[in-house]
């Protein structure tokens, strides 16, 4: 959430409590004998002004490369993300 929330602060987009959350699911499967989480899935949930919807995506399309935790698993973890847009006024 903190590379997501830096980088639309960046584009002048608040993500303050009641604005901005994530819902955070994973899955964790037997390999061979060992349990493994394979998974994550995040929804990002935004409550943003119409006219910042277009810079609120190009920010979600980019955050990911520059957060070190989703840097440290991916390739062994999938990470699936998406963000839900409410626009406001």
Request: include cysteine; charged fraction near 25%; aromatic fraction near 6%.
């Amino acid at each position: 959430m903190g590379t997501l929330a830096a980088v639309l602060a960046g584009k002048k987009i608040r993500t303050q409590e009641g604005i901005y959350r994530a819902e955070v699911e994973g899955d964790i499967e037997k390999v061979g004998d060992i349990l493994k989480i394979t998974q994550i899935r995040v929804t990002y949930y935004l409550k943003v002004a119409t006219e910042k919807v277009a810079e609120a995506k190009e920010a979600f399309s980019s955050y990911l490369v520059s957060c070190p935790a989703a840097q440290s698993v991916i390739g062994c973890i999938a990470i699936l993300d998406k963000l839900e847009i409410e626009k406001t006024s």
